[in-house]
């Protein structure tokens, strides 16, 4: 008796909650396999319409988390929760989350800034927040670097934006800069005349803005000579290590010395 009585209240609750358990089921996965499906929609149309790569990873973050909260909250309320007083329960978690991951919330206040003002995009060159690399992503929450040795380091984007930017790949051009010391004894003119005809030779090298020599100091054991020079910025690095090298070879072949310091000790017998 007590077996059929427990089997009647089971049916009634399968028949009262059953079809609202399925249909609650039934709208977050559909919900979420939509929104997934609307969020790779929305950023193949960004891409397709060429905006910044970095706009587009932000913009798909936040859409595709907005959306799934929205499905969540009406699966919830299939189930007959009140959705209402779970909002204002998630405000006050929220306020109290807040203030607990307050660092948090000001990596995505940070990652905004950078989505609007964009003092760098993803493939650009910069050093910031301790790091130099290649930008490699930027989330909601930090920025991944990428150095030149292939290493990968994930930058919090608070620690970016209150410390100085350095941008390497925002303008098309950079100037190359060396400063070559020479003994007081060699032949001035000769090692100007020869840094200027390395740079003339190399084709990376822009004649505008012209290319530059000229003695900046007369310092304790050598004449130095300042040499500057105006190259694409991909090519910068090719050129600045190129450079070093034939300017080495050349002053040997034309007999240029390139002093070191040096100290004399005189004693007395």
Excluded: C
């Amino acid at each position: 008796m007590e077996i059929s009585k427990y089997l009647d209240m089971m049916l009634v609750y399968v028949s009262q909650y059953g079809l609202k358990v399925v249909a609650a089921i039934l709208i977050f996965f559909i919900g979420k396999w939509a929104v997934k499906k609307l969020t790779t929609l929305t950023k193949k149309a960004m891409i397709k319409a060429k905006i910044d790569s970095t706009l587009v990873e932000f913009v798909e973050s936040v859409m595709y988390f907005s959306l799934l909260v929205v499905v969540i909250l009406s699966s919830l309320n299939t189930l007959g929760v009140n959705t209402t007083s779970f909002l204002a329960v998630i405000g006050a978690a929220s306020l109290a989350v807040g203030l607990a991951l307050k660092d948090s919330l000001s990596n995505i206040g940070s990652a905004v800034l950078i989505i609007v003002f964009r003092p760098f995009k993803v493939g650009d060159f910069i050093e910031a927040g301790g790091a130099s690399g290649t930008v490699e992503g930027i989330n909601l929450f930090s920025t991944t670097i990428s150095p030149a040795d292939n290493r990968t380091i994930t930058v919090p984007n608070s620690a970016i934006t209150k410390s100085n930017i350095t941008n390497y790949s925002k303008k098309t051009t950079r100037r190359l800069s060396h400063t070559f010391g020479i003994g007081y004894g060699d032949d001035l003119k000769l090692a100007k005349e020869v840094l200027m005809q390395i740079m003339l030779d190399d084709e990376r090298i822009l004649r505008e803005p012209a290319p530059f020599v000229a003695v900046s100091e007369l310092a304790e054991s050598s004449v130095n000579l300042v040499f500057r020079a105006w190259t694409k910025t991909e090519d910068y690095w090719g050129v600045h290590f190129d450079t070093l090298e034939i300017v080495k070879l050349t002053f040997d072949e034309k007999g240029i010395s390139i002093p070191y310091p040096q100290l004399d000790v005189h004693t007395q017998k």
